[in-house]
């Protein structure tokens, strides 16, 4: 099955940029789709933003217009720019792939926004 190791995470300044990577290794055999979520203490996790095996991309309308989902296939990464951090964006970040129907996750990295 595949393997998702995140990384990028840290402490940033409201209005600031981090991007998040995520490492994709084992089998990749049968992955529908990506996401990056989130989950801040006390909350739920939810979806931020998927991209689909063929490109396409959906984000939560509370970061439409500021974070970026993409992938480069030939270093197995997938990515999360964030622009315009606001400290409701703090959580720690998750990635997720969809493989043959079943949701496999990563570790996770804290996201921190704070002056």
């Known amino acids: 099955q595949v393997q998702l190791v995140e990384s990028g995470g840290g402490l940033v300044q409201p209005g600031g940029s981090l991007r998040l990577s995520c490492a994709v290794s084992?089998?990749?055999?049968?992955?529908?789709?990506m996401a990056w979520y989130r989950q801040a203490p006390g909350n739920k996790r939810d979806v931020v933003a998927t991209?689909?095996?063929?490109?396409?991309?959906n984000y939560a309308d509370s970061v439409k217009g500021r974070f970026t989902i993409s992938r480069d296939n030939a270093k197995n990464t997938v990515y999360l720019q964030m622009d315009s951090l606001r400290p409701e964006d703090t959580a720690v970040y998750y990635c997720?792939?969809?493989?043959?129907?079943?949701?496999?996750w990563g570790q996770g990295t804290q996201v921190t926004v704070s002056s």
């Open positions: 997720s792939a969809v493989q043959f129907g079943l949701r496999r």
């Open positions: 991209i689909t095996s063929g490109g396409s991309t």
């Open positions: 084992g089998s990749r055999l049968g992955i529908q789709s």
